[in-house]
């Protein structure tokens, strides 16, 4: 498998084989040896704000419980009983004192501790070693201001260097303002017919496609009043943001202009007040790239494999895989907790409107991710390639930047990076072959690579 | 018949430790063992078939499955019965669509091909285009299955030649299966019609379910005793004069206070009826047996059929997938109980274990998660844990086969996995050990109903 | 919701509102929005809704802010989605999906105002889509309708899918 | 034993008013209504004493068979119950233990091809309908059941109460792991 897998991804010319988003056997690698692997999200703090608070989310296709501790601290476990194999717990997310199986009532505390199991001195005489039947618990896991992730492997790196340079631009949302971030509303969970890579990649760095596949939304939003902001993306515009990546297999497109986040708004005005009166406070915190021309810009960051957040739109999006040609995408809009009442509205309001379930922006997509997908299940066209070879070889550092970067939002920099992290990982046996590579650690062929 | 496979040959072994008392999640899920299962356990087990009332009359047949092959069961003219394979042997289609009738001839929808009941070819459209030598009528019947055998009304049919007889199969577990089918003259039947559904779940669960598993009831059915008990709970148990008793990975638990079962029946009358009757069936089956009837207990024939005695109801669990199974629901009474009765058992069994059932809704939402939580790589790796009442095994004068004290207990569970072990691992079942030696030879009940033969 | 008013709608404004349900969902199918846009109030409120499953006992407050909203909409923004689609631009709906839907279980009960009427319907979306499959949603649906002259317009609508998990890869349809 | 004297038409030509159609009608989507929202008092009380509600179980057969399978009630049945009966099942519900139905199913009637027809009897009426009942649950479990009804309903007073309903099920195997739902 590991030679095929080398043949398959060419990060250097461009190239894919689109048997990886069809071939059952690259799909069951790909749970083990990404989603078994890196760390992945599970929950805002925000989500679970007090003790006993859940939320139930997918690692892979495991399913599992994420719960706020009575010390504070948060632990997942797998959602599966360790009697008969049951999941414990079929509700989305609540309040809970224990997890009790509805097949013969063994109940969990919190802490994942086998707590409670009818009949134990009747059926068992007292000799059922409880301590080694509490939930299977998730060995790792870790929060990065808000963001809780968690990791199957002991090998792993800590989260905060598996995150590396991406944090740069995390905390553009994460600790722009004192009060930090949160997540607002119920999950939107949609099931989409693609592989999970195909999504991942048209928002880490598919700049190209707005234009054309968005082109009624942008008809329709076209009608508001935009006050005069720049979008940037809508045409080639190679000064008006930037493609990153090279960050251990995190890709950022960010414009620069401190405000384009907000551009499909009908009634933008709260907004941008709100992003006027807090600007010192943010370049205070940042410094002045990232406060002046980051925060507030349409800024799309995708943390490898399946997470995807973007500040200025402010929706945030994991996607779970349910097979090699089916995902289950949940969606959140995101927001900062000091911005007042009516702005938090007003981001809701327009999530619908632009990137919900229902959102104007999102309609397009999801049928055009279903036909790649399905587009490469035949005999033949398995054995074609799709490319990802625009702008080739244009990339290189920037002032005040991390990262390996390539100028404007319109080009296949990251995704050529998004595909060679698959394939660095799918190759990779343990933790310790997988490279890491932030900005520093570059060498000249591998920025000459990208 | 020798059944051999291209595909892996894990050693099945590693997926469980019955001393230590766990299983390996990936045998509810993985997909390959599914198909060896469906080799080596359902082409080379006695299967239930049918029960001898549903089809009475010559040329009655009913359609059923063994494994995941389609088969009739149609009774000939001479009373017997025989089972052959639900597909044409021209180009394959189905040659009967419906689950039972009457019928002389099974006729093909395709080309006309027409077979009697006994699967012989006898012709066919447009027969002249065949020339001479073209077809051998003889050796384009439908394919019987290799045997085909009752006990007291229930008929089981095997695709393995080599298989041992019936009453070797069930061996001592007649001594228990007496209890529902031999309590009353006249023997049993089955209420007309059968109930079908689909659960998303691994067929061995609701076997397993069913052979051992006394301990959910209290729990996963709080809701269904506590209505058709007048908000009473499920019954404590008495854990010293409760059993497990496992043969050959068949199971049987029971309690021996006679009316548990009953109870949550819900049906007073039912209940009065097996009252009257009791002290017969003390001299039929003798006293030990005439107080288990009745209590709460519950019962799997390995390796797909369920029933409960006292409750009355009666089902198999047909494999669909390694994530699939479908469950027939079945009335089985005695054949001289008054018609008010046959009612009253039919009403409570559909309230009870139907679909809509007050018990059976609770049942499938767990056997659904327990397989489906499968699917995660990680998850699936994890074991499960089998252990209960691990130290309880004893001899008992009366009860035969293996014998645990007390109904909360997973040593029947042990047995069937144990018996599937047994098989999965034996190219050759005559070299299979039998669990335990037959203690009671000849069972002195046993006797054969007309139509029991072999081919 | 359960109570029911003593007295009933007269038979021909539940006839009449029966009929403007079924006109409306004609409308939809033939994706005659303007027609549509036709039989909104000008203060309509439209809205759909996704609920997370919660356990019957959870006492936990609901979530700090907002539902899970799919629509909230109002006039203007109706309007804005039904530009989208009278683009020429949405490639998605070109070649166009076949809808279907059946409205049915029409309950007209009077309330107050005399000139409104609150109106319980099930909606079933049946969506043949360019991929070829078929898509159901089902949808109970709680409305209420005013009498302006001989017209009755919808001014608020209050859907809820019974799907936790949308079964389809948009949901470029009105319900 | 069959069960067909009074659910069988008895005259052609008894089509009910406009009135008594519409408030039947009206009727069912509220019965409707009420089963999705798990209004199972209120449903409760739509029914009659004498209640008899039959959902048979059906085998797929050649047309020659003449087995009666939808009126013989001594076949297998999804329900054959009285009022008492009914109320058994729903007892389940009110113990809080009923696991299954938490988190809660969510359901939708749809009722459809309302007929009315006048019967023998002054104040009961015959109702002929086809129902479509959806249910999800869980991350994505879904079922449908269609089939079609035949009630009678007695007025009583303002109001209308259930007395016979015999709902088919339009399925052989039914797709599901139960039947938590009426229809």
């Not at chain 3, 005399?114 to 709680?142: F, K, P, Q, W, Y």
């Not at chain 4, 013989?72 to 009923?98: C, H, Q, V």
């Amino acid at each position: 498998m590991n030679d095929n897998i080398a043949d398959l991804v060419d990060s250097r010319t461009g190239r894919q084989s689109r048997s990886i988003y069809a071939s059952e056997d690259i799909y069951r690698q790909e749970l083990e040896r990404i989603f078994g692997r890196c760390w992945l999200f599970l929950v805002h703090t925000s989500q679970i704000p007090k003790p006993g608070d859940y939320f139930r989310t997918f690692m892979g296709e495991d399913d599992v419980i994420v719960i706020r501790q009575k010390d504070g601290s948060i632990k997942a476990f797998l959602n599966s009983c360790t009697h008969r194999g049951n999941r414990v717990c079929r509700a989305d997310r609540g309040n809970a004192r224990a997890f009790t199986c509805n097949y013969h009532g063994w109940s969990f505390s919190p802490d994942g501790a086998l707590s409670g199991v009818p009949l134990e001195n009747e059926a068992y005489f007292g000799e059922l070693d409880r301590a080694k039947f509490g939930l299977i618990p998730v060995p790792k896991v870790a929060e990065y201001k808000g963001l809780v992730f968690g990791c199957w492997d002991a090998n792993s790196p800590s989260l905060d260097d598996y995150l590396g340079d991406v944090k740069f631009f995390l905390d553009v949302w994460l600790d722009a303002m004192p009060g930090g971030s949160a997540l607002l509303g119920e999950t939107q969970k949609m099931v989409l017919g693609t592989n999970w890579k195909l999504p991942v990649e048209n928002v880490c760095g598919d700049g190209y496609h707005l234009g054309w596949a968005h082109a009624g939304a942008m008809a329709a939003v076209q009608s508001m009043d935009l006050t005069g902001l720049s979008v940037g993306n809508s045409g080639v515009d190679l000064d008006g943001g930037l493609s990153v990546a090279g960050m251990n297999g995190h890709m950022v497109l960010s414009a620069l202009d401190g405000v384009s986040g907000y551009a499909f708004y009908p009634d933008p005005k709260p907004i941008l007040e709100y992003l006027e009166a807090n600007r010192q406070t943010v370049i205070d915190r940042l410094g002045e790239v990232r406060g002046r021309q980051v925060w507030g810009a349409q800024v799309n960051i995708t943390i490898f494999p399946n997470l995807q957040l973007l500040p200025g739109l402010n929706w945030f999006r994991v996607y779970h895989p349910k097979g090699p040609g089916q995902i289950e995408q949940w969606t959140w809009a995101m927001a900062e907790n000091d911005m007042p009442e009516a702005v938090k509205a007003q981001i809701l309001e327009n999530q619908c409107l632009t990137f919900g379930l229902a959102g104007l922006f999102d309609n397009d997509d999801g049928d055009n991710l279903t036909a790649c997908t399905e587009q490469s299940r035949g005999w033949r066209t398995a054995q074609m390639d799709v490319y990802t070879n625009m702008a080739l070889g244009r990339s290189g550092k920037r002032e005040g930047f991390p990262g390996d970067i390539a100028a404007g939002l319109v080009s296949e920099h990251n995704q050529r990076y998004f595909y060679r992290r698959w394939q660095e990982h799918m190759m990779a046996e343990t933790w310790a072959e997988v490279p890491t590579y932030n900005i520093n650690s570059l060498t000249e062929q591998e920025a000459e690579h990208a | 018949m020798r059944f051999e496979r291209i595909g892996r040959e894990p050693d099945y072994s590693r997926y469980m430790d019955l001393k230590e008392g766990w299983l390996d999640r990936r045998i509810f899920s993985d997909a390959d063992i599914y198909e060896e299962e469906l080799y080596r356990i359902f082409a080379r087990s006695w299967l239930f078939v049918a029960h001898e009332s549903q089809i009475p009359s010559s040329g009655d047949f009913l359609t059923t499955h063994m494994g995941e092959d389609a088969v009739i069961v149609a009774r000939q003219p001479d009373g017997s019965i025989r089972v052959m394979l639900n597909s044409c042997p021209h180009r394959g289609n189905k040659v009967c669509f419906a689950d039972a009738g009457n019928t002389r001839r099974f006729v093909c929808n395709y080309h006309g091909w027409a077979f009697d009941t006994a699967g012989d070819l006898k012709g066919m459209h447009e027969e002249y285009c065949y020339d001479n030598g073209d077809i051998d009528f003889k050796n384009h019947g439908l394919k019987n299955v290799a045997k085909v055998s009752s006990y007291k009304g229930l008929v089981f049919a095997t695709f393995n030649g080599d298989a041992p007889s019936l009453e070797a199969w069930l061996g001592d577990f007649r001594w228990y299966l007496d209890m529902i089918l031999d309590n009353e003259e006249g023997g049993t039947e089955f209420i007309g019609g059968c109930i079908k559904s689909v659960m998303s779940a691994n067929w061995k669960f609701g076997v397993e379910n069913f052979i051992g598993d006394a301990y959910h009831a209290g729990w996963t059915h709080d809701s269904g005793c506590r209505s058709m008990n007048d908000g009473m709970p499920f019954p404590p148990i008495d854990m010293e004069n409760s059993y497990h008793a496992s043969v050959n990975g068949h199971g049987w638990e029971f309690g021996t206070e006679g009316v548990g079962d009953l109870v949550l029946l819900g049906r007073p009358k039912v209940m009065d009826y097996y009252n009257k009757i009791r002290p017969k069936m003390a001299e039929r089956l003798g006293e030990m047996r005439s107080k288990i009837f009745g209590s709460v207990a519950s019962a799997s024939i390995f390796p797909n059929v369920s029933f409960l005695p006292g409750i009355s109801t009666f089902r198999q669990w047909q494999p669909k997938g390694p994530m699939q199974f479908e469950l027939k629901t079945w009335v089985i009474v005695n054949k001289n109980m008054p018609d008010d009765i046959k009612e009253e058992v039919t009403k409570g069994v559909m309230q009870t274990f139907g679909p809509g059932g007050t018990f059976e809704m609770d049942d499938g939402e767990n056997w659904e998660n327990c397989t489906t939580v499968n699917r995660g790589v990680v998850t699936r790796h994890e074991r499960l844990h089998y252990r209960c009442g691990i130290g309880r095994q004893i001899e008992h004068d009366t009860l035969p086969g293996i014998v645990y004290r007390g109904q909360y207990n997973d040593a029947n569970q042990r047995g069937f996995y144990q018996r599937w072990l047994d098989m999965m691992t034996h190219d050759e079942l005559g070299k299979m050990p039998a669990r335990p030696e037959p203690q009671l030879g000849n069972v002195a009940e046993t006797r054969d109903l007309p139509g029991l033969f072999a081919l | 919701m359960l109570d029911r008013p003593l007295a009933p709608p007269p038979v021909e404004v539940i006839v009449a509102v029966t009929q403007a349900l079924h006109r409306e969902a004609r409308l939809l199918d033939n994706e005659d929005f303007e027609g549509w846009l036709a039989m909104l109030g000008k203060d309509v409120s439209y809205r759909l809704e996704l609920k997370s499953r919660r356990f019957r006992a959870d006492r936990s407050p609901p979530l700090p802010f907002g539902p899970g909203v799919i629509f909230n909409e109002d006039l203007g923004r109706l309007k804005m989605r039904v530009d989208r689609l009278k683009s020429g631009f949405v490639w998605a709906e070109d070649p166009p999906n076949y809808i279907r839907r059946a409205v049915s279980n029409v309950e007209v009960l009077a309330t107050q105002p005399d000139n409104e009427v609150r109106v319980h319907s099930v909606l079933v979306m049946h969506r043949n889509r360019i991929d070829g499959t078929t898509r159901l949603l089902t949808a109970a649906r709680t409305d209420l309708w005013r009498g302006e002259g001989q017209a009755w317009l919808l001014a608020a609508r209050d859907i809820v899918l019974d799907h936790s998990v949308l079964p389809d890869s948009n949901l470029n349809a009105f319900f | 034993m069959t069960d067909t004297a009074t659910l069988e038409r008895t005259r052609e030509g008894t089509t009910a008013s406009l009135e008594l159609t519409h408030a039947l009608t009206q009727t069912l989507y509220r019965e409707a209504r009420l089963l999705d929202d798990e209004h199972y008092k209120a449903w409760t009380s739509m029914l009659a004493e004498d209640l008899h509600y039959h959902m048979p179980g059906i085998e797929t057969r050649y047309r020659r068979d003449k087995t009666e399978q939808v009126t013989d009630l001594t076949r297998m049945a999804y329900y054959n119950d009285s009022k008492p009966e009914i109320l058994k099942r729903l007892s389940r519900l009110e113990t809080g233990t009923a696991w299954s139905e938490d988190p809660a199913t969510r359901y939708t009637h749809i009722i459809t091809n309302v007929e009315v027809e006048l019967t023998e009897k002054a104040d009961e009426f015959r109702v002929y309908s086809n129902f479509y009942a959806y249910r999800n649950r869980n991350e994505r479990d879904e079922d449908s059941l269609i089939g079609n009804r035949i009630d009678i309903w007695r007025q009583v007073g303002n109001d209308f109460q259930l007395v016979k309903r015999r709902a088919i099920l339009k399925h052989n195997v039914m797709l599901s792991k139960n039947l938590n739902i009426y229809v």
